[in-house]
């Protein structure tokens, strides 16, 4: 029994391929993607944290109220305090129905200071093409807050301008991807590499036979498939599926100069080179003494200005990069003379500008 249970640990210890990722984590095929929605809507039931009397507003106002056959007299201006204009956001999800509900964010247009205990008007939402594809309305639930004071003092918590309606718009027109139709089903990786498509392409032709799949550029993988969406999902999930080991990353080293974080992936190597880094510190102390004649003389007190000058540098030895060391040779060298974040991205620069360090230096 022992051997068997060891003999099965080790079959699941290698049955993928080291370092393989799915092909799922590494893109998505094409036209399987979200979809921007915007509207523009009305709120009301503030608690006097609206708008000021802003002509949009009121225009808006009007509108919403000519829905319900009311017509206010054209020199009329209603009171705004408790309505407030408001832009909506939502992310349209790949392949949603008619009837499914999304998620909603609304934002303040104009200088309403709260929309807390507000209600969103029933309010399209447009994509893209200019169409309809959700309504929205809901109760808002708001994050942030904030309080007036009598003398002009303020207190804000995060954001009160602006609030979510979870499932607060209704789907109204379903977007068509075009999978179940489309000649080819188009795989993109998220990040273009060549390899990476290859070895895609490779283990997709592995599993469901020679030439189906095809590496079209770094990017891109034309897979063949029949007509019909249930073969098509099928045979989507079954790739998503597959396991596929992608090419090691470009060498790269970034440096972000205003928080002095630096990140250097296992690629990078360095040609060999001396490098040596000191410090020269100058400090200068500027003191007054007082100088008190003696007794019974006829001299006078005075301030007498007392300087030292004191020029100290570091003593540092020069350490060698030996010939292709790997990261880790490379943090230990650094850290050995004690180089702090700006020292490392000196040392890091000099090394590029001396043709030593193999990768791509990306300051941010």
Do not use: C
């Not at 007082?290 to 030292?308: D, H, I, M, N, R």
């Amino acid at each position: 029994m022992l051997r068997f249970l060891l003999a099965a640990l080790f079959g699941i210890l290698i049955a993928g391929p080291a370092n393989a990722d799915r092909i799922k984590d590494l893109g998505a095929f094409q036209g399987i993607r979200t979809n921007q929605l915007t509207g523009y809507g009305v709120v009301v039931g503030l608690p006097g944290t609206g708008d000021d009397n802003l002509e949009y507003t009121v225009q808006s106002m009007k509108g919403v109220a000519s829905r319900f056959g009311l017509q206010l007299p054209p020199g009329a201006n209603p009171g705004l305090k408790n309505s407030a204009v408001v832009m909506i956001t939502a992310e349209l999800p790949a392949f949603a129905k008619p009837g499914q509900k999304l998620d909603i964010t609304v934002s303040a247009l104009g200088k309403a200071k709260s929309l807390r205990g507000g209600t969103l008007i029933l309010s399209p939402m447009y994509g893209a093409d200019g169409a309809i594809y959700a309504m929205a309305q809901g109760n808002l639930a708001v994050g942030g807050l904030g309080a007036d004071g009598a003398d002009g003092s303020k207190v804000v918590v995060n954001v009160p301008s602006s609030g979510r309606i979870p499932e607060g718009a209704t789907v109204e027109r379903a977007v068509d991807t075009g999978f179940a139709s489309t000649p080819a089903l188009t795989f993109n990786l998220a990040r273009a590499d060549f390899t990476t498509a290859q070895n895609v392409a490779s283990a997709i032709n592995a599993r469901y036979g020679a030439g189906i799949a095809r590496a079209v550029d770094g990017v891109s993988i034309s897979v063949t498939a029949p007509p019909g969406s249930d073969v098509r999902a099928q045979l989507m999930s079954g790739i998503e599926n597959l396991d596929v080991t992608s090419a090691e990353a470009p060498a790269k080293v970034i440096v972000n100069a205003r928080t002095g974080t630096v990140v250097i992936n296992s690629a990078v190597r360095v040609s060999p080179a001396a490098v040596t880094h000191g410090k020269l510190t100058v400090r200068i102390e500027e003191n007054q003494r007082v100088s008190q004649p003696a007794p019974f003389s006829k001299g006078e007190t005075a301030l007498e200005q007392k300087s030292a000058v004191q020029v100290e540098e570091e003593k540092r030895p020069m350490f060698l990069f030996q010939p292709g060391p790997k990261l880790a040779d490379v943090v230990n060298a650094v850290n050995a003379i004690g180089a702090s974040p700006a020292d490392l991205v000196a040392i890091l620069e000099a090394l590029k500008q001396a043709g030593a360090l193999k990768a791509e230096l990306i300051v941010l």
